[in-house]
């Protein structure tokens, strides 16, 4: 089975920290992507990558960078953190037969 | 542009009930569909899916029939039970070299004995 693993399942940081969500997938797929998710706005795309050091925003990069230095890793940067940011987090990574998979989750909470 | 309607909950059913979640959706091509479930505290996991009209997909008690002509993939279960408590959510994705899903809302599901 394709695994996503994401680092942590719950974050605390403080306003202003530099805050650093990994996410790691072992099937070999070429595309992965961060959603971040809010009560009554479903699902929102922040950034996804096609290919290793390639990537491309979704309809909410602001705040966000990310960085994919290998193929198996995705990293989602928040570069100062902010309470708006707190959220779960989601890591996706896909090929074209399967859909998404989705790794657990990290929920964080800005403070 | 791409987009997925979902019925709003929560929807609160006795177990054994029947459940339908509606889904409807506007797209620029001939999308694949998808629902997706999340379980309390967990990432979302797909149910089943359908890359044609009038393909069925089908998994764990579920369904859902592509409809092309009223844009639909509703959700239906004929017997729903504790355990089906959670969120789904019905997406898209355009041809067959995209990668990007396009997500409904979602709906949260609750299941009293």
């Known amino acids: 089975d394709v695994k996503v693993t994401q680092s942590s399942r719950y974050l605390v940081k403080r306003t202003g920290e530099k805050v650093f969500l990994e996410c790691v997938q072992d099937?070999?797929?070429?595309?992965m992507f961060w959603y971040r998710q809010d009560p009554g706005l479903g699902l929102r795309l922040i950034y996804f990558?096609?290919?290793?050091?390639?990537?491309e925003k979704g309809d909410i990069p602001e705040g966000y960078s990310v960085s994919r230095e290998k193929k198996e890793r995705f990293s989602l940067i928040l570069e100062s953190a902010s309470t708006n940011q707190t959220s779960m987090y989601l890591c996706?990574?896909?090929?074209?037969?399967?859909?998404?998979?989705f790794g657990s989750g990290t929920r964080l909470t800005v403070v | 542009g791409n987009s997925v309607t979902q019925m709003e909950g929560p929807v609160t059913l006795s177990e054994e009930a029947f459940l339908t979640i509606n889904c409807t959706y506007t797209?620029?091509?001939?999308?694949?569909l998808f629902w997706y479930v999340q379980y309390p505290g967990e990432g979302l996991q797909l149910l089943l899916k359908?890359?044609?009209?009038?393909d069925k997909g089908s998994n764990k008690g579920f369904e859902a029939t592509y409809r092309k002509e009223t844009t639909s993939f509703h959700l239906e279960k004929g017997s729903v039970q504790v355990s089906d408590s959670a969120v789904y959510f019905c997406?898209?994705?355009?041809?067959?070299?995209?990668?990007?899903?396009?997500f409904g809302k979602g709906t949260k599901l609750s299941v009293i004995p």
């Open positions: 996706a990574s896909s090929d074209i037969n399967y859909g998404y998979t």
């Open positions: 797209a620029t091509g001939y999308p694949s």
């Open positions: 099937m070999d797929h070429e595309n």
């Open positions: 359908a890359t044609k009209a009038d």
């Open positions: 997406a898209l994705r355009i041809g067959a070299g995209s990668y990007q899903l396009t």
């Open positions: 990558s096609y290919d290793v050091k390639m990537k």
